[in-house]
């Protein structure tokens, strides 16, 4: 069950903006740049954010219905900004439940159960 869609609000109004600056730096985040699909403007987004392999896993806590989601999935790539590396990134694709919660850290995945997430995304990493 995705968080309700007024904590979504608030996020993108005033979380983000307090969290951005420190979200590239902060394990488990991640920034995602990308571009909206109808205003063309440029948007950052921080993200819980797990590089795993070659793809970079994120849990979609509000659900899939998401403007950043839509934006990177319209796009042919995005940029993930995670610590001091700066990645190119290609649309991302779902994974199913037991993949998502395979791919985060054990502690991260009781949280995530706890919050019933239910739906992930892995970013394939272009460079």
Do not use: C
């Not at 996020?11 to 995602?32: C, D, E, H, M, Q």
């Amino acid at each position: 069950m995705p968080l309700p869609k007024g904590l979504t609000r608030f996020n993108r109004s005033v979380t983000n903006k307090v969290t951005g600056p420190f979200a590239k730096r902060l394990p488990w985040f991640g920034v995602l740049r990308h571009t909206g699909r109808v205003s063309g403007r440029t948007y950052e987004t921080p993200l819980m954010a797990w590089m795993r392999e070659s793809s970079i896993v994120v849990a979609l806590t509000y659900g899939p219905d998401v403007d950043w989601l839509k934006n990177a999935r319209a796009s042919q790539n995005s940029i993930m900004v995670m610590g001091r590396e700066t990645l190119t990134v290609g649309r991302p694709q779902s994974i199913d439940r037991a993949e998502g919660y395979e791919r985060v850290p054990k502690t991260i995945g009781i949280a995530l159960a706890a919050l019933e997430v239910d739906h992930f995304v892995a970013f394939p990493v272009l460079d």
